[in-house]
């Protein structure tokens, strides 16, 4: 089976290209033989909390078949969001938009990782007592966990190395109790890492709307970049991961 994912849509009235670009995106999955079983959206759907730019992410996921399953990133804000993307997100619990789904065998747990006021994430108490209780419920079952901000550490924006979440720590002790959980999809960085956490496999996709400049962390927008989605195929109690454009 394949997993889709489709990442950092940041939908803005002043950036129309960015509709086009999440437009391309969503007929390239849909032009994929086989199509892919399932999508996941890892956060950062429109970038400045416009309700019209969460309407038009619903018109374009609309068009996907099958599955979507979604989480909010920093940019994204909680009304909206799920307000446009009830069909495909979880409801507010504690001002956090978990969500639970699954691809054939396969569990995927979505974790909202929002810190409110800033840019950067958390592994909040309140999240930590829901991700305990999911993973408990299917401690043998292939799970992934999926969030906006990646879990390792990487270049903050003020040029240090650090964590993109706070209380990154308590996340990787769970994780270490749950071999079950096969790897973590991150969005946030708009490039691709692959990093491990906790013995596990954990990667950023590239953004649908325009890649970050590493060295930088800048967004500066590549004008030339396509609209970018990765394929997570399910094989043999495995993901294996690749681009897709
Ligand atoms: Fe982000």
């Known amino acids: 089976m394949i997993l889709a994912q489709l990442s950092d849509f940041h939908l803005s009235s002043t950036n129309p290209e960015r509709t086009e670009r999440l437009a391309r995106a969503i007929g390239h999955l849909m032009a994929q033989d086989p199509r892919p079983d399932a999508v996941v959206v890892t956060g950062d759907v429109a970038d400045?909390?416009?309700?019209?730019?969460?309407?038009?992410?619903?018109?374009?996921?609309?068009?996907?078949?099958?599955?979507?399953?979604?989480?909010?990133?920093?940019?994204?804000?909680?009304?909206?969001?799920?307000?446009?993307?009830?069909?495909w997100c979880g409801q507010v619990e504690n001002g956090f938009l978990n969500h639970v789904g699954e691809m054939g065998d396969l569990r995927l747990i979505g974790l909202d990782s929002r810190r409110?006021?800033?840019?950067?994430?958390?592994?909040?108490?309140?999240?930590?007592?829901?991700?305990?209780?999911?993973?408990?419920?299917?401690?043998?079952?292939?799970?992934?966990?999926?969030?906006?901000?990646?879990?390792?550490?990487?270049?903050?924006?003020?040029?240090?190395?650090?964590?993109?979440?706070?209380?990154?720590?308590a996340l990787e002790a769970l994780l270490?109790?749950?071999?079950?959980?096969?790897?973590?999809?991150?969005?946030?960085?708009?490039?691709i890492y692959a990093v491990p956490v906790a013995g596990i496999i954990a990667t950023s996709a590239p953004s649908v709307a325009y890649q970050a400049i590493v060295e930088h962390w800048h967004e500066k927008e590549d004008a030339d970049i396509r609209p970018t989605a990765t394929l997570h195929y399910w094989t043999d109690g495995q993901l294996i991961s690749r681009l897709s454009w």
């Not at 416009?50 to 099958?66: D, H, I």
């Not at 305990?132 to 390792?152: C, G, I, M, S």
């Open 176 to 191: 270490r109790q749950y071999p079950n959980v096969v790897q973590i999809l991150c969005g946030h960085l708009h490039r």
């Open 116 to 169: 409110p006021g800033s840019q950067q994430g958390q592994f909040s108490p309140q999240s930590k007592a829901w991700l305990e209780a999911r993973l408990a419920e299917q401690p043998d079952r292939p799970t992934v966990l999926f969030l906006h901000h990646p879990p390792f550490r990487t270049k903050l924006r003020n040029g240090s190395i650090g964590h993109q979440i706070e209380g990154v720590e």
């Open 48 to 87: 400045r909390g416009e309700p019209a730019m969460y309407a038009q992410a619903a018109k374009q996921l609309s068009l996907l078949s099958m599955p979507i399953f979604a989480v909010p990133g920093n940019r994204d804000w909680t009304e909206p969001f799920r307000e446009s993307l009830a069909p």
